[in-house]
C-alpha cells in the first residue's frame, strides 16, 4: 500500500497562492490514480483535480485556469499549484490515489490526513 502525507496548507487572503505536496511512501504515486479532493465541513469530498490511470487531467469547473496538478516522480510527490485563491476554495484538501482507472469521480482507497486552506476575503 502507498502512505499519503500532505503539506503546504496555510491562511492566505484572496488573489494569493498556496502550493500543496502530497508525499508518497511505499510504493510508486505514479503508477496510481491520483487526485486532489476538498472537503468543507458538513458537505461531501468533492474532486479537484486528478490524474488518472491513463495520463488524463481533469479540473472541477471551480478551479479550472487557476489551479494545476503535477507531480514529482524523482520526489514521488503529488503538488497542486493553487493561484487567484477565493474563499470558496476553503477547505481540508486530501490526497488520494487509486488503483482504479478514474478517482476523480470514484474517489480513493488510499487518503492523507489532509491539509487546511483558509482564503479570506
Known amino acids: 500500500q502507498v502512505q499519503l502525507d500532505e503539506s503546504g496548507g496555510g491562511s492566505v487572503q484572496a488573489g494569493g497562492s498556496l502550493r500543496l505536496s502530497c508525499a508518497a511512501s511505499g510504493d510508486t504515486l505514479s503508477s496510481y490514480c491520483r487526485a486532489w479532493f476538498r472537503q468543507v465541513p458538513g458537505k461531501e469530498r468533492k474532486g479537484v483535480a486528478a490524474i488518472d490511470m491513463d495520463g488524463s487531467i481533469t479540473y472541477a469547473d471551480s478551479v479550472k485556469g487557476r489551479f494545476t496538478i503535477s507531480e514529482d516522480n524523482a520526489k514521488n510527490t503529488l503538488d497542486l499549484q493553487m493561484n487567484s485563491l477565493k474563499p470558496e476554495d476553503t477547505g481540508e484538501y486530501y490526497c488520494?490515489?487509486?488503483?482504479?482507472?478514474?478517482?476523480?469521480?470514484?474517489?480513493?482507497?488510499?487518503w492523507g490526513l489532509g491539509t487546511q486552506v483558509t482564503v479570506s476575503s
Open positions: 488520494v490515489a487509486d488503483t482504479e482507472p478514474d478517482c476523480y469521480s470514484g474517489g480513493g482507497i488510499y
